[in-house]
Protein backbone atom coordinates (compact mmCIF):
# COMPACT_ATOMS: atom_id res chain seq x y z
CA UNK A 1 0.00 0.00 0.00
CA UNK A 2 1.45 3.42 -1.14
CA UNK A 3 0.15 6.78 0.70
CA UNK A 4 -0.85 9.76 -2.05
CA UNK A 5 -0.90 13.40 -0.33
CA UNK A 6 -2.85 15.72 -2.87
CA UNK A 7 -2.53 19.04 -1.53
CA UNK A 8 -4.65 22.10 -3.59
CA UNK A 9 -6.42 25.35 -2.30
CA UNK A 10 -9.05 23.91 -5.20
CA UNK A 11 -11.30 21.54 -4.24
CA UNK A 12 -12.24 20.21 -7.87
CA UNK A 13 -8.94 19.53 -8.11
CA UNK A 14 -8.49 17.55 -5.28
CA UNK A 15 -11.87 16.14 -5.94
CA UNK A 16 -10.74 15.23 -9.80
CA UNK A 17 -6.73 13.35 -9.17
CA UNK A 18 -8.39 11.16 -6.06
CA UNK A 19 -10.93 9.82 -8.37
CA UNK A 20 -8.40 9.37 -11.32
CA UNK A 21 -6.09 7.60 -8.42
CA UNK A 22 -9.07 5.76 -6.57
CA UNK A 23 -10.50 4.82 -9.86
CA UNK A 24 -6.63 3.52 -11.73
CA UNK A 25 -5.30 2.01 -8.48
CA UNK A 26 -7.96 0.77 -6.23
CA UNK A 27 -6.32 -1.49 -4.07
CA UNK A 28 -2.38 0.11 -3.95
CA UNK A 29 -3.13 3.61 -3.27
CA UNK A 30 -4.59 5.59 0.16
CA UNK A 31 -5.13 9.00 -0.78
CA UNK A 32 -4.75 12.03 1.82
CA UNK A 33 -5.86 15.26 1.12
CA UNK A 34 -4.93 18.83 2.20
CA UNK A 35 -6.02 22.15 1.28
CA UNK A 36 -3.03 24.07 2.29
CA UNK A 37 0.61 24.28 2.78
CA UNK A 38 0.78 23.95 6.39
CA UNK A 39 -1.75 20.86 6.85
CA UNK A 40 -0.31 19.04 4.08
CA UNK A 41 3.06 19.42 6.24
CA UNK A 42 1.07 18.24 9.02
CA UNK A 43 -0.25 15.38 7.39
CA UNK A 44 3.15 14.36 6.21
CA UNK A 45 4.47 14.80 9.94
CA UNK A 46 1.67 11.85 10.89
CA UNK A 47 1.12 9.70 8.14
CA UNK A 48 4.38 8.20 6.14
CA UNK A 49 3.81 9.83 2.86
CA UNK A 50 5.08 8.56 -0.07
CA UNK A 51 3.77 10.46 -3.13
CA UNK A 52 2.75 14.29 -2.82
CA UNK A 53 0.84 16.11 -5.10
CA UNK A 54 1.40 19.76 -4.51
CA UNK A 55 -0.13 23.09 -5.73
CA UNK A 56 2.65 25.66 -6.30
CA UNK A 57 0.31 28.95 -5.12
CA UNK A 58 -1.36 28.69 -2.50
CA UNK A 59 -2.87 30.99 0.28
CA UNK A 60 -0.13 30.58 3.82
CA UNK A 61 2.83 28.42 3.30
CA UNK A 62 3.27 28.30 -0.20
CA UNK A 63 3.67 24.44 -2.29
CA UNK A 64 7.77 25.55 -2.64
CA UNK A 65 8.07 26.64 1.34
CA UNK A 66 5.72 23.51 1.77
CA UNK A 67 8.19 21.26 -0.16
CA UNK A 68 11.31 22.24 1.45
CA UNK A 69 9.73 21.37 5.09
CA UNK A 70 8.34 18.06 4.11
CA UNK A 71 11.55 17.10 2.50
CA UNK A 72 13.65 17.68 5.79
CA UNK A 73 11.89 14.98 7.50
CA UNK A 74 10.63 12.86 4.72
CA UNK A 75 13.42 12.75 1.91
CA UNK A 76 12.59 10.30 0.34
CA UNK A 77 8.60 11.43 -0.57
CA UNK A 78 8.46 11.86 -4.34
CA UNK A 79 7.09 14.77 -4.75
CA UNK A 80 4.76 15.76 -8.07
CA UNK A 81 4.21 19.97 -8.75
CA UNK A 82 0.82 21.03 -9.50
CA UNK A 83 0.61 24.16 -11.13
CA UNK A 84 -1.46 26.79 -13.46
CA UNK A 85 1.36 28.63 -14.52
CA UNK A 86 3.98 27.26 -16.88
CA UNK A 87 6.49 29.32 -15.45
CA UNK A 88 10.76 28.21 -15.97
CA UNK A 89 11.68 29.68 -12.77
CA UNK A 90 9.25 27.92 -11.08
CA UNK A 91 9.97 24.76 -12.33
CA UNK A 92 13.34 25.34 -11.65
CA UNK A 93 13.00 25.67 -8.39
CA UNK A 94 10.31 22.84 -8.04
CA UNK A 95 13.35 20.69 -9.52
CA UNK A 96 15.84 22.19 -7.49
CA UNK A 97 14.07 20.99 -4.26
CA UNK A 98 14.13 17.74 -5.46
CA UNK A 99 10.44 17.29 -7.39
CA UNK A 100 9.90 14.42 -10.13
CA UNK A 101 7.61 15.96 -12.02
CA UNK A 102 6.24 19.11 -12.79
CA UNK A 103 2.65 19.16 -14.30
CA UNK A 104 0.61 22.06 -15.52
CA UNK A 105 -3.20 22.27 -14.61
CA UNK A 106 -5.43 21.38 -15.83
CA UNK A 107 -3.66 17.99 -15.86
CA UNK A 108 -4.41 15.09 -18.60
CA UNK A 109 -5.76 11.63 -17.11
CA UNK A 110 -3.72 9.52 -19.06
CA UNK A 111 -0.19 11.72 -18.22
CA UNK A 112 -1.63 11.30 -14.40
CA UNK A 113 -1.83 8.03 -14.36
CA UNK A 114 1.66 7.36 -16.40
CA UNK A 115 3.57 9.93 -13.60
CA UNK A 116 2.05 7.73 -10.57
CA UNK A 117 3.13 4.67 -11.75
CA UNK A 118 6.45 5.80 -12.51
CA UNK A 119 6.60 7.36 -9.12
CA UNK A 120 5.48 3.93 -7.29
CA UNK A 121 8.62 2.30 -9.04
CA UNK A 122 10.97 5.19 -7.74
CA UNK A 123 9.26 4.23 -4.04
CA UNK A 124 9.77 0.97 -4.43
CA UNK A 125 13.32 1.43 -5.36
CA UNK A 126 14.14 3.80 -1.92
CA UNK A 127 12.17 1.30 -0.08
CA UNK A 128 14.61 -1.44 -1.17
CA UNK A 129 17.56 0.84 -0.71
CA UNK A 130 16.23 1.34 2.86
CA UNK A 131 16.15 -2.14 3.59
CA UNK A 132 19.56 -3.15 2.37
CA UNK A 133 20.63 0.28 4.18
CA UNK A 134 18.54 -1.43 7.28
CA UNK A 135 19.82 -4.84 6.78
CA UNK A 136 23.26 -3.46 6.71
CA UNK A 137 23.10 -1.29 9.53
CA UNK A 138 22.15 -4.44 11.58
CA UNK A 139 25.63 -6.30 10.28
CA UNK A 140 27.98 -3.43 11.23
CA UNK A 141 26.19 -3.05 14.29
CA UNK A 142 26.20 -7.20 15.20
CA UNK A 143 30.14 -6.60 14.09
CA UNK A 144 30.65 -3.74 15.73
CA UNK A 145 29.30 -4.83 19.22
CA UNK A 146 31.69 -8.07 18.85
CA UNK A 147 34.57 -5.70 18.10
CA UNK A 148 33.75 -3.45 20.95
CA UNK A 149 33.29 -6.33 23.51
CA UNK A 150 36.41 -7.98 22.51
CA UNK A 151 37.96 -4.92 23.04
CA UNK A 152 36.59 -4.11 26.48
CA UNK A 153 38.05 -7.76 27.19
CA UNK A 154 41.85 -7.24 26.00
CA UNK A 155 41.70 -4.09 27.78
CA UNK A 156 40.49 -5.40 31.41
CA UNK A 157 41.40 -9.34 31.05
CA UNK A 158 44.58 -9.37 29.10
CA UNK A 159 48.16 -9.95 30.82
CA UNK A 160 49.58 -8.82 27.50
CA UNK A 161 50.57 -5.43 28.45
CA UNK A 162 52.11 -4.82 24.95
CA UNK A 163 49.03 -5.92 23.06
CA UNK A 164 48.28 -3.55 20.33
CA UNK A 165 44.75 -1.65 21.33
CA UNK A 166 45.45 1.57 18.98
CA UNK A 167 44.35 -0.74 16.20
CA UNK A 168 40.65 -0.68 17.92
CA UNK A 169 40.49 2.79 18.42
CA UNK A 170 41.78 3.34 14.75
CA UNK A 171 38.72 0.79 13.79
CA UNK A 172 35.83 3.08 15.81
CA UNK A 173 37.86 6.23 14.44
CA UNK A 174 38.81 7.48 18.19
CA UNK A 175 41.86 10.09 17.82
CA UNK A 176 41.65 11.19 21.59
CA UNK A 177 45.00 10.80 23.44
CA UNK A 178 43.55 10.54 26.84
CA UNK A 179 40.47 8.14 28.40
CA UNK A 180 38.61 6.64 31.10
CA UNK A 181 36.66 3.86 32.04
CA UNK A 182 33.82 3.49 33.98
CA UNK A 183 31.83 0.69 35.16
CA UNK A 184 27.77 0.51 35.14
CA UNK A 185 25.92 -1.24 37.61
CA UNK A 186 22.36 -2.09 37.27
CA UNK A 187 19.09 -2.95 38.91
CA UNK A 188 18.96 -7.24 39.30
CA UNK A 189 16.91 -8.03 36.82
CA UNK A 190 15.19 -11.12 35.69
CA UNK A 191 17.17 -12.84 32.82
CA UNK A 192 14.38 -12.48 30.33
CA UNK A 193 14.54 -8.86 30.46
CA UNK A 194 18.51 -8.51 30.70
CA UNK A 195 19.00 -8.34 26.93
CA UNK A 196 16.45 -5.47 26.75
CA UNK A 197 17.75 -3.36 29.70
CA UNK A 198 21.22 -4.21 27.66
CA UNK A 199 20.00 -2.68 24.46
CA UNK A 200 18.59 0.57 26.25
CA UNK A 201 21.97 0.92 28.26
CA UNK A 202 23.52 1.16 24.40
CA UNK A 203 21.01 3.12 22.98
CA UNK A 204 21.34 5.21 25.48
CA UNK A 205 25.25 5.98 26.10
CA UNK A 206 25.50 5.92 22.11
CA UNK A 207 22.94 8.77 21.87
CA UNK A 208 25.31 10.72 24.59
CA UNK A 209 28.99 9.87 24.22
CA UNK A 210 31.40 8.58 22.29
CA UNK A 211 32.46 5.45 24.00
CA UNK A 212 33.38 1.36 23.69
CA UNK A 213 30.67 -0.77 25.04
CA UNK A 214 31.81 -3.73 26.84
CA UNK A 215 29.21 -7.08 26.85
CA UNK A 216 27.00 -7.89 29.86
CA UNK A 217 28.28 -9.56 32.58
CA UNK A 218 27.45 -9.75 36.08
CA UNK A 219 24.64 -6.70 36.06
CA UNK A 220 27.54 -4.46 34.92
CA UNK A 221 28.49 -2.84 31.75
CA UNK A 222 32.12 -1.36 31.49
CA UNK A 223 32.95 1.10 29.01
CA UNK A 224 36.23 3.28 27.46
CA UNK A 225 35.50 6.92 27.09
CA UNK A 226 37.86 8.85 24.76
CA UNK A 227 37.86 12.51 27.11
CA UNK A 228 40.99 14.81 27.22
CA UNK A 229 38.98 17.26 29.74
CA UNK A 230 38.78 16.10 33.45
CA UNK A 231 35.99 18.38 34.32
CA UNK A 232 33.92 17.46 31.49
CA UNK A 233 34.50 13.66 32.81
CA UNK A 234 32.95 14.88 36.11
CA UNK A 235 29.51 16.37 34.60
CA UNK A 236 29.70 13.37 31.78
CA UNK A 237 29.33 10.41 34.43
CA UNK A 238 27.11 12.90 36.33
CA UNK A 239 24.50 13.46 33.47
CA UNK A 240 24.28 9.59 32.26
CA UNK A 241 23.70 8.65 36.04
CA UNK A 242 20.87 10.45 35.88
CA UNK A 243 19.72 9.54 32.45
CA UNK A 244 20.23 5.68 33.18
CA UNK A 245 18.54 6.33 36.60
CA UNK A 246 15.20 7.74 34.70
CA UNK A 247 15.64 4.99 32.02
CA UNK A 248 16.45 2.01 34.22
CA UNK A 249 15.24 2.58 37.76
CA UNK A 250 16.95 4.46 40.55
CA UNK A 251 19.48 2.15 41.87
CA UNK A 252 21.94 2.39 38.72
CA UNK A 253 25.52 2.60 39.95
CA UNK A 254 28.57 4.36 38.33
CA UNK A 255 32.47 4.51 39.08
CA UNK A 256 34.96 5.89 36.40
CA UNK A 257 38.51 6.19 36.65
CA UNK A 258 41.07 8.85 36.60
CA UNK A 259 42.29 9.79 33.09
CA UNK A 260 44.46 8.10 31.72
CA UNK A 261 47.20 8.75 28.30
CA UNK A 262 48.73 5.39 28.11
CA UNK A 263 46.84 2.30 26.76
CA UNK A 264 49.25 0.45 28.82
CA UNK A 265 47.19 1.48 31.98
CA UNK A 266 44.19 0.22 30.46
CA UNK A 267 43.96 -2.57 33.63
CA UNK A 268 44.51 -0.10 36.23
CA UNK A 269 41.85 2.44 34.59
CA UNK A 270 39.52 -0.45 35.07
CA UNK A 271 40.55 -1.23 38.81
CA UNK A 272 40.41 2.56 39.31
CA UNK A 273 36.50 2.40 38.17
CA UNK A 274 35.62 -0.49 40.49
CA UNK A 275 37.22 0.94 43.49
CA UNK A 276 34.98 4.14 42.75
CA UNK A 277 31.97 2.18 42.01
CA UNK A 278 32.57 -0.05 45.05
CA UNK A 279 32.55 3.66 47.00
CA UNK A 280 28.97 4.42 46.07
CA UNK A 281 25.99 4.36 47.83
CA UNK A 282 24.58 0.92 47.36
CA UNK A 283 21.07 2.43 46.91
CA UNK A 284 22.46 4.33 43.49
CA UNK A 285 24.88 6.90 42.95
CA UNK A 286 28.36 7.61 40.94
CA UNK A 287 31.87 8.74 41.77
CA UNK A 288 35.16 9.08 39.67
CA UNK A 289 38.14 7.99 41.13
CA UNK A 290 39.41 11.92 40.73
CA UNK A 291 36.54 13.34 42.68
CA UNK A 292 39.22 14.04 45.50
CA UNK A 293 41.85 15.31 42.65
CA UNK A 294 39.77 17.63 41.42
CA UNK A 295 37.83 19.03 44.59
CA UNK A 296 41.95 19.81 46.47
CA UNK A 297 44.02 22.22 46.15
CA UNK A 298 47.10 22.60 43.30
CA UNK A 299 48.80 25.41 41.74
CA UNK A 300 47.67 28.72 40.71
CA UNK A 301 47.42 27.58 37.26
CA UNK A 302 45.62 24.24 37.94
CA UNK A 303 43.11 26.44 39.68
CA UNK A 304 41.98 28.79 36.99
CA UNK A 305 42.03 25.89 34.39
CA UNK A 306 39.33 24.46 37.05
CA UNK A 307 37.47 27.39 37.33
CA UNK A 308 37.99 28.21 33.80
CA UNK A 309 36.60 24.76 32.69
CA UNK A 310 33.49 25.94 34.93
CA UNK A 311 33.39 29.43 33.31
CA UNK A 312 33.07 28.13 29.87
CA UNK A 313 30.26 24.99 30.78
CA UNK A 314 28.19 28.83 32.48
CA UNK A 315 28.36 30.59 29.42
CA UNK A 316 27.40 27.78 27.35
CA UNK A 317 24.62 27.26 30.06
CA UNK A 318 23.48 31.05 29.30
CA UNK A 319 23.79 30.80 25.38
CA UNK A 320 21.19 27.83 25.65
CA UNK A 321 18.70 29.91 27.77
CA UNK A 322 19.18 27.34 30.59
CA UNK A 323 18.10 28.80 33.50
CA UNK A 324 18.10 26.32 35.89
CA UNK A 325 21.92 25.09 34.58
CA UNK A 326 23.03 28.66 34.88
CA UNK A 327 22.04 28.66 38.54
CA UNK A 328 23.90 25.48 38.99
CA UNK A 329 27.22 26.38 36.96
CA UNK A 330 26.91 29.82 38.91
CA UNK A 331 26.87 27.68 42.33
CA UNK A 332 29.61 25.46 41.14
CA UNK A 333 32.02 28.20 39.83
CA UNK A 334 31.37 30.07 43.35
CA UNK A 335 31.63 27.23 45.88
CA UNK A 336 35.14 26.24 44.02
CA UNK A 337 36.02 30.02 43.73
CA UNK A 338 35.31 30.49 47.48
CA UNK A 339 37.74 27.41 48.42
CA UNK A 340 40.35 28.50 46.04
CA UNK A 341 40.74 32.61 48.29
CA UNK A 342 40.08 29.98 51.34
CA UNK A 343 43.21 27.77 50.37
CA UNK A 344 45.25 31.04 49.51
CA UNK A 345 45.42 29.92 45.15
CA UNK A 346 43.44 32.48 44.57
CA UNK A 347 43.60 36.38 45.21
CA UNK A 348 39.66 38.09 45.79
CA UNK A 349 41.33 39.89 42.30
CA UNK A 350 41.85 36.77 40.28
CA UNK A 351 38.19 36.45 41.00
CA UNK A 352 36.85 39.71 40.73
CA UNK A 353 38.73 39.62 37.15
CA UNK A 354 37.44 35.93 36.09
CA UNK A 355 33.54 36.69 37.04
CA UNK A 356 33.59 40.39 34.90
CA UNK A 357 35.02 38.51 31.84
CA UNK A 358 32.17 35.70 32.29
CA UNK A 359 29.67 38.49 32.98
CA UNK A 360 30.59 40.31 29.99
CA UNK A 361 30.09 37.31 27.14
CA UNK A 362 26.89 36.49 29.36
CA UNK A 363 25.62 40.17 28.41
CA UNK A 364 26.90 40.03 25.04
CA UNK A 365 25.13 37.12 24.00
CA UNK A 366 22.09 38.38 25.57
CA UNK A 367 22.48 41.85 23.57
CA UNK A 368 22.81 39.30 20.31
CA UNK A 369 19.33 37.92 20.53
CA UNK A 370 17.67 41.51 22.10
CA UNK A 371 19.78 44.41 21.43
CA UNK A 372 17.50 46.49 24.16
CA UNK A 373 19.59 44.72 26.93
CA UNK A 374 22.87 46.63 25.64
CA UNK A 375 20.73 49.39 27.92
CA UNK A 376 20.19 47.46 31.19
CA UNK A 377 21.19 49.64 33.68
CA UNK A 378 22.21 46.56 35.87
CA UNK A 379 25.11 46.25 33.74
CA UNK A 380 26.11 49.92 33.69
CA UNK A 381 27.98 50.16 36.67
CA UNK A 382 29.36 45.82 36.83
CA UNK A 383 33.24 46.73 36.97
CA UNK A 384 32.69 49.45 39.82
CA UNK A 385 30.62 47.53 41.72
CA UNK A 386 32.43 44.37 42.19
CA UNK A 387 35.25 46.52 42.99
CA UNK A 388 33.62 47.42 45.86
CA UNK A 389 32.49 44.02 46.92
CA UNK A 390 35.01 42.46 49.73
CA UNK A 391 34.20 38.70 49.61
CA UNK A 392 33.02 35.47 47.39
CA UNK A 393 29.76 35.13 48.82
CA UNK A 394 28.66 39.20 48.31
CA UNK A 395 29.79 38.59 44.61
CA UNK A 396 27.83 35.87 44.31
CA UNK A 397 24.90 37.47 45.44
CA UNK A 398 25.13 40.35 42.87
CA UNK A 399 26.20 38.25 40.39
CA UNK A 400 24.03 35.33 40.25
CA UNK A 401 20.70 37.74 38.93
CA UNK A 402 22.61 38.76 36.44
CA UNK A 403 23.45 35.55 34.73
CA UNK A 404 19.81 34.52 35.22
CA UNK A 405 18.87 37.43 33.91
CA UNK A 406 20.85 36.73 30.11
CA UNK A 407 19.88 33.33 29.97
CA UNK A 408 16.61 34.67 30.56
CA UNK A 409 16.89 36.85 27.75
CA UNK A 410 18.00 34.02 25.44
CA UNK A 411 15.39 31.15 26.15
CA UNK A 412 12.46 34.13 26.05
CA UNK A 413 14.33 34.89 22.03
CA UNK A 414 14.38 31.32 21.27
CA UNK A 415 11.05 30.88 22.70
CA UNK A 416 9.34 33.26 20.51
CA UNK A 417 10.77 31.65 17.33
CA UNK A 418 10.32 28.13 18.68
CA UNK A 419 9.76 25.16 16.13
CA UNK A 420 6.21 24.21 16.79
CA UNK A 421 6.81 20.42 18.01
CA UNK A 422 9.16 21.84 20.67
CA UNK A 423 6.69 24.09 21.58
CA UNK A 424 4.01 21.19 21.40
CA UNK A 425 6.53 19.01 23.71
CA UNK A 426 7.16 21.77 26.32
CA UNK A 427 3.25 22.11 26.79
CA UNK A 428 2.77 18.72 27.18
CA UNK A 429 5.75 18.03 29.67
CA UNK A 430 3.86 21.03 32.03
CA UNK A 431 0.26 19.82 31.57
CA UNK A 432 2.13 15.95 32.72
CA UNK A 433 4.79 17.55 35.39
CA UNK A 434 3.03 14.90 37.78
CA UNK A 435 2.98 11.75 35.33
CA UNK A 436 5.41 9.37 34.34
CA UNK A 437 6.69 11.21 31.29
CA UNK A 438 9.18 9.49 28.51
CA UNK A 439 10.41 10.48 25.18
CA UNK A 440 8.80 7.59 23.35
CA UNK A 441 5.22 8.86 24.70
CA UNK A 442 5.74 12.43 24.51
CA UNK A 443 6.91 11.80 20.66
CA UNK A 444 3.69 10.00 20.09
CA UNK A 445 1.24 13.01 21.17
CA UNK A 446 3.51 15.21 18.61
CA UNK A 447 3.31 12.30 16.26
CA UNK A 448 7.36 12.27 15.07
CA UNK A 449 9.91 9.40 15.45
CA UNK A 450 11.15 9.39 19.01
CA UNK A 451 14.44 9.82 18.03
CA UNK A 452 13.92 12.35 15.33
CA UNK A 453 12.20 14.33 18.54
CA UNK A 454 15.27 13.61 20.78
CA UNK A 455 17.70 15.08 18.15
CA UNK A 456 15.26 18.38 17.23
CA UNK A 457 14.93 18.76 20.92
CA UNK A 458 18.88 18.76 21.37
CA UNK A 459 19.54 21.09 18.12
CA UNK A 460 16.45 23.35 19.40
CA UNK A 461 16.89 24.01 22.81
CA UNK A 462 20.54 22.75 23.77
CA UNK A 463 19.55 20.29 26.30
CA UNK A 464 19.04 15.93 25.89
CA UNK A 465 15.03 15.76 26.27
CA UNK A 466 15.41 13.96 30.28
CA UNK A 467 17.33 16.81 31.38
CA UNK A 468 14.83 19.40 30.18
CA UNK A 469 11.92 17.24 32.01
CA UNK A 470 14.24 16.72 35.24
CA UNK A 471 15.18 21.06 35.26
CA UNK A 472 11.80 21.87 35.12
CA UNK A 473 10.21 19.33 37.94
CA UNK A 474 13.27 20.21 40.05
CA UNK A 475 12.13 24.20 39.30
CA UNK A 476 8.29 23.02 39.91
CA UNK A 477 9.57 21.08 43.33
CA UNK A 478 11.25 24.53 44.46
CA UNK A 479 8.24 26.90 43.59
CA UNK A 480 6.24 24.42 45.74
CA UNK A 481 8.67 24.05 48.70
CA UNK A 482 8.75 27.99 49.08
CA UNK A 483 5.20 27.16 50.52
CA UNK A 484 3.95 24.96 53.08
CA UNK A 485 1.22 23.99 52.10
CA UNK A 486 1.91 20.39 50.66
CA UNK A 487 4.39 17.70 52.49
CA UNK A 488 7.55 16.66 50.31
CA UNK A 489 5.69 13.33 50.08
CA UNK A 490 3.17 15.69 48.06
CA UNK A 491 5.56 17.51 46.09
CA UNK A 492 7.00 14.51 45.10
CA UNK A 493 4.09 12.91 43.19
CA UNK A 494 2.88 16.28 42.25
CA UNK A 495 6.85 16.33 39.79
CA UNK A 496 5.93 13.07 38.61
CA UNK A 497 8.31 10.78 41.32
CA UNK A 498 6.16 8.57 43.12
CA UNK A 499 9.90 7.19 44.96
CA UNK A 500 9.88 10.32 47.68
CA UNK A 501 14.06 8.98 48.37
CA UNK A 502 14.86 9.29 44.46
CA UNK A 503 13.47 12.51 44.68
CA UNK A 504 14.73 13.77 47.74
CA UNK A 505 18.42 12.68 46.32
CA UNK A 506 17.93 14.21 42.95
CA UNK A 507 16.75 17.70 44.58
CA UNK A 508 19.79 17.38 46.66
CA UNK A 509 22.40 16.01 43.51
CA UNK A 510 21.15 19.35 41.48
CA UNK A 511 20.83 22.41 44.82
CA UNK A 512 23.22 20.73 47.17
CA UNK A 513 20.20 21.15 49.62
CA UNK A 514 17.49 18.37 50.55
CA UNK A 515 13.69 19.45 49.89
CA UNK A 516 13.61 19.64 53.94
CA UNK A 517 16.48 21.99 54.28
CA UNK A 518 15.73 24.26 51.10
CA UNK A 519 12.02 24.87 52.74
CA UNK A 520 13.89 25.82 56.07
CA UNK A 521 15.85 27.99 54.18
CA UNK A 522 13.27 29.65 52.52
CA UNK A 523 11.40 30.32 55.73
Same mark, same amino acid.
Given at each position: ?58 PGLNGL????EIKTFL ?39 QTVRSA ?138 ? $? ?67 ? $? ?25 ? $? ?29 ? $? ?137
Amino acid at each position: MYNILITDDEQIVIDSLSFILTKNFPEEVKVFTANSGSKAVDICRQEKIDIVFMDISMPGLNGLDAIKEIKTFLPLAVVIILSAFDRFHYAQEAMALGAYRYLTKPVNRNLVVQTVRSALSLVDAGRGKLNTDIEMKEKLNFVANIVESDFIYSSVFARDVGRDLQSYLDYFGISETCYYFCVIELPDSSTRDKYETYVQVRELLTSRITCITGAFMMNRVTIFVPEEDALFQQETIKSLHTALAMKIGHGVRLGASR $LQSDLKNTVTAYNEALSALNNTDLTGGWKCAADDDVSGTGDDSDVQAFLKGLERRLVSRVTAGDVTGTT $LCIGQWFRSAEEAVAAGDMSLDMVRNN $LFTALVNSRNLAVAVNKSFEDAATFASTFGT $LASLQNVSAMESYATPLFADCALCRFESCSRSENPVVEKVRQYVQEHLGEQISLDDTAAQVKVNPYYLSKLFKDETGQNFIDYVTGIRMEKARELLRGNELSIKEISHETGYTDQNYFSKLFRRMYGLTPTEYRSSCQ
